[in-house]
């Protein structure tokens, strides 16, 4: 994989007139593709009314939970500590709230505000695999949060 032209193609994608949910789409076909993960998701986070909501996903089926608060999942922990949440055995952790019944492993990476460094939204990957993100996979992944950090932009 080139990362150098995988994360330069995202910020293509960002860049484009389209709304930003084909924005969305494209780009979670994107990372899905060139990872050849089963399944990524885009979310929002909205801090005002404590929710987490899917802009889009690419894979098998949507997730079993489109919209949930910000305290639940490992994605709670990822907006409280404002930090990746890489876990590869779900079924060992108490946290995990089922996206699809199949999922070994979870990696969630928050996208930060680039002045006030909230999140505003995460990337969620999920694999059929345990430990499917070693650290060069979770730093590529890193990178493509940043890449398309300014989806949720105002």
């Known amino acids: 994989m080139n990362t150098q032209s ?4 995202l910020r293509e994608i960002v860049a484009q007139s389209q709304s930003r949910q084909a924005r969305a789409q494209s780009i979670a076909d994107q990372i899905r593709t060139t990872g050849k993960f089963r399944w990524v998701g885009l979310y929002d986070v909205n801090h005002n009314q404590a929710q987490v909501i899917n802009i889009v996903w690419s894979g098998p089926a949507a997730p ?6 910000t305290t639940k999942g490992l994605t709670s922990r990822a907006i409280t500590q404002k930090q990746t949440i890489n876990v590869g055995d779900v079924a060992a952790d108490n946290d995990y709230l089922i996206a699809l019944s199949s999922t070994r492993s979870e990696i969630i990476i928050p996208i930060l505000d680039e002045k006030s460094q909230d999140v505003t939204g995460t990337l969620d990957v999920e694999s059929e695999h345990p430990n499917a993100f ?17 989806l949720w932009q105002p």
Do not use: D
Request: proline share 19%.
């Open 6 to 9: 995988e994360l330069s193609r």
């Open 134 to 150: 070693p650290p060069e996979m979770q730093t590529f992944l890193e990178e493509c949060a940043k890449a398309i950090r300014p």
């Open 64 to 69: 079993a939970f489109p919209t949930f608060p």
